[in-house]
């Protein structure tokens, strides 16, 4: 395969949203059927984002969070099917990781559920002590704001 034509961009502004989506709907099973709006803010909330092209054709994403020092998770990497196992893979988490936002993270987390193998030829290390989740509940949206509730027990 030619990798002339291959290009990575740090710039959001490129992404072909509908293209994202089709990847993601390809490659990602855990990210099927995310709605372009919803693309579209995660990307927003996102430092960096980053993306593989083949000329015009979208084939890899990466996007990270982090606070910029001491915390980080990586986010939604994947690569086209067609082009995986050339070493793009391991490039894009490194573009991400060098990222001035990631590169003086003191602990980057990521989830995996098959390609543990993958994340450690780049350094990363299982860890099964650390992780916990808190699915967005109905009953918590209706919570009053932590405002309302400073205001109310000032007045008790």
Not at 36 to 50: G, H, K, Q, R
Not at 86 to 115: A, C, D, F, I
């Amino acid at each position: 395969m030619d990798h002339s034509q291959i290009q990575f961009s740090e710039r959001k502004s490129e992404i072909d949203l509908k293209q994202l989506q089709e990847l993601l709907n390809l490659s990602a099973f855990w990210a099927q059927d995310r709605t372009i709006d919803d693309l579209s803010i995660a990307i927003t909330n996102s430092e960096p984002v980053v993306t593989v092209w083949d000329g015009e054709k979208l084939i890899g994403f990466a996007r990270a969070t982090s606070d910029g020092i001491y915390r980080a998770t990586i986010w939604d990497v994947l690569i086209h099917p067609e082009y995986r196992s050339r070493g793009l893979g391991s490039k894009l988490v490194e573009t991400v990781l060098s990222h001035p936002r990631m590169n003086r993270v003191e602990r980057v987390y990521l989830m995996t559920t098959h390609q543990q193998c993958f994340y450690e030829k780049i350094g990363f290390q299982q860890n099964s002590t650390t992780t916990m989740v808190l699915y967005n509940q109905p009953h918590l949206t209706s919570l009053p704001s932590p405002e309302i509730q400073l205001q109310e027990s000032l007045k008790g």
